[in-house]
Structure formats: structure tokens, C-alpha cells
């Protein structure tokens, strides 16, 4: 095992020496993902994202040229079962026939200094777009790819997602907190 | 000879949280879906918690106060009664924990009364979530089963027997 164990950082270091450059990153989706956790009669709900698309290139040394764009596909939700998940695509809540993507476009990266980072941006959902910043933390792993981790919340109602009946947050709370997980191959 | 007045407020306080339950369970799954189903799952999981705790104080005070001996019985007769009065307690955790389990597998944490946050037993896992669903089906239904028996042997003791072994579970107003 040992002689094995001593091989991988010294990979992890070639890796590493062959990017360099700069350009549009493609985020390694399968180790990626968008979940959220809401809440319903107290207790947490736990949910995520199947398909989305992401484009981000990402320059830590040079934030005022980073970007980060997202597009989800609010039909491909990963909630507690079927009878959720059909409930969730009808017009009261993502309206999906209508609206079928979600889009989050960045418009300033700002450093905040040890690896954190905001980005700052326009998200649009069932027709209405606002403001979020969401607070980054970016490490690397042992592969040499960035793991960028943020978290947010958003208020479904500003969204109009749960509407009419569901628009009582007694049952379903306004606030979803919102993770997101990025992992992104060495820049080539 | 009858059972301490804790063991009958505990056994009929569990017998009502059951049939409360169990109705719930069976009506709220006909609901359509919107807020009021999900406020519906909730108190049936709050029941079900509560059975599940009121089950283990009982058993720790049956454990300290053992039960009144029993009535002469055939044997088969003592032993269908020991068999179901077993099963009966078994499923009074089991049915919570499938239920607890259940929630845990769909990804829905249980917050009992909707205060007291309770650990997720399993991570989201939608195909374990359609097996836990056909367990805690089945198990109530067993228990609807024994719940019978048991129901049907305490009244024919009564009202066949007259041997007394349903007074003993009777609250203790004066009786002749």
C-alpha cells in the first residue's frame, strides 16, 4: 500500500503542471450538484437536481473576468416521491410547461480573500428575475480539480413558486437553502 | 387480581393513539395532494412516534410491575394469548420505525410535534423508500389483524367466559 499512497500526490502534481492557460472550464457534472434542503411542517426536506447545465469559467487570480453561468432543468427535481415531484412541476409551483429552466447568470465575482468568494448575479425562475449573491468557498482535492461550494437562500415566494394554496409557510416555509457543489477540471 | 391503574391508562391511551393513527394513515393517503396532506402526515407521524414511546414506558413499567396472573386458560389458549400480546408489543415499535424509516428513505425528516427534531435512521433512497412503504403497509395490516383477535378474545372472555380477564384492563370506576 505505502509505495502506492506515495504515487498519487506526485499525480495529483502532474496534473496540475499540465494546466495552466485559461479559458472556459467544463464542470465534471457527475461529481457536481444542485440540492436544496426546504421545509415542510417543521421538519426538512431534502431534494436536488438531475440535469442542469453549467459554464463557468472560473480565474481565482482574476475575479473581475470570472463567470458562472447555470441553466436547470426544474422538471429533472429529486423530491420524496412521484406524487412531490409531479405536485412541484404544475403551474402553482415551477409551472414547468411554461417555464421549463431556471437561469442563473453572474454579473461580478468579488474575492473576499482565503479561498472565499461572492458571486454576484441575476436568477430567473417562472418568469421573474432577481439579485442573489452567493458566497463561494473554493478548495482543491487530491486530483487537482476545484471543488467550489456555495450556499444560499432563496424565499420561493419573491419566485411565486408555491402559490395559492401553498403560499401558506406554515406548511411549506418560504426559505430554501439552496448548495451548490461545482467541481472543475485543472483549466487547460 | 387487576392491572395497576398506570398499565390501564397506559394500554387504553395507546389503544385510542393506534385507531387514531391508523385511520389517519388510511385517510390521508386518499387525500389530494397539498398542504393539508402534508399537515395530515404529520400528525400521523406524531401519533406514531408517541405509540412508539408510550410502548417503551409501558414495557419498563411492566418489566418493575409484572402483570396479575392469569385466569385458568386451556393451553392453546395460554399460548395464542402470549403469541399476540408478543406480536402486539413487537409491531407497536416496528410500525413507528417503519414509518420513521419510511419518511427518512423519501427524504423527509420527522420533527416530532414540531418540536423535537428526530435523527434521519436512512439517507434518501427512493427505491428503499417503496420498500419501507409496502413494509409499514403490511405491518399495520397484521396488526389490524391481531388488534382483532385480541379484541375478540377480551369480549368473548367477557361475555362467554365471564371470567374477568377484561375487567382487569378496565378502569377502575366501582364495579359490582
Redesign the interface.
Known amino acids: 500500500m505505502k509505495p502506492f499512497r506515495s504515487f498519487i500526490p506526485s499525480l495529483a502534481v502532474m496534473l496540475m503542471a499540465a494546466s495552466g492557460g485559461s479559458g472556459a472550464q467544463g464542470v465534471l457534472i457527475d461529481r457536481s450538484e444542485i440540492r436544496f434542503v426546504s421545509k415542510q411542517t417543521g421538519g426538512t426536506v431534502e431534494g436536488k437536481f438531475r440535469k442542469w447545465k453549467a459554464n463557468v469559467d472560473f480565474r481565482p487570480k482574476e475575479p473581475a473576468r470570472s463567470r458562472a453561468e447555470f441553466e436547470i432543468e426544474l422538471g429533472s427535481i429529486d423530491l420524496a416521491s412521484e406524487e412531490t415531484e409531479s405536485e412541484v412541476r404544475r403551474s402553482l409551483w415551477f409551472d414547468t410547461a411554461k417555464f421549463p429552466v431556471a437561469r442563473f447568470a453572474s454579473s461580478a465575482v468579488k474575492d473576499l480573500g482565503g479561498d472565499r468568494y461572492e458571486i454576484a448575479g441575476r436568477l430567473s425562475i417562472k418568469g421573474t428575475t432577481k439579485d442573489i449573491v452567493i458566497p463561494v468557498v473554493l478548495k482543491k482535492d487530491a486530483a487537482g480539480n476545484s471543488v467550489a461550494q456555495g450556499q444560499f437562500t432563496l424565499n420561493r415566494l419573491d419566485f411565486k413558486v408555491g402559490e395559492g394554496l401553498w403560499a401558506d409557510t406554515a406548511t411549506v416555509a418560504n426559505e430554501v437553502a439552496v448548495r451548490i457543489r461545482m467541481v472543475l477540471p485543472p483549466v487547460e | 387480581m387487576r392491572y395497576t391503574g398506570t398499565a390501564v391508562a397506559l394500554h387504553w391511551l395507546t389503544a385510542c393513539l393506534i385507531v387514531c393513527g391508523f385511520a389517519v394513515g388510511l385517510w390521508m393517503t386518499g387525500l389530494a ?3 393539508q396532506k ?2 395530515w ?2 400528525y400521523h407521524k406524531w401519533i406514531g412516534i408517541s405509540v412508539f414511546l408510550l410502548t417503551a414506558l409501558r414495557m419498563t413499567w411492566r418489566w418493575r410491575h409484572p402483570p396479575p396472573p392469569q385466569v385458568p386458560l386451556p393451553e392453546w389458549q395460554r399460548r395464542a394469548a402470549a403469541a399476540t400480546h408478543i406480536l402486539l408489543y413487537a409491531l407497536m415499535f416496528l410500525i413507528p420505525l417503519s414509518g420513521w424509516t419510511y419518511s427518512s428513505a ?6 416530532y410535534l ?2 423535537f ?1 428526530l435523527p434521519d435512521l436512512v439517507a ?1 433512497d ?1 427505491t428503499l ?1 417503496a420498500v419501507l412503504k409496502a413494509v409499514h403497509g403490511t405491518l399495520n395490516y397484521t396488526l389490524l389483524a391481531l388488534v382483532i383477535v385480541h379484541v375478540g378474545a377480551a369480549l368473548k372472555h367477557h361475555i362467554v367466559d365471564r371470567d374477568g380477564v377484561l375487567a382487569r384492563m378496565l378502569p377502575s370506576w366501582p364495579r359490582a
Open positions: 395532494f397539498g398542504p402534508l399537515r402526515h404529520a423519501t427524504g423527509v425528516s420527522v420533527v414540531g418540536l427534531p434518501k427512493k423508500a
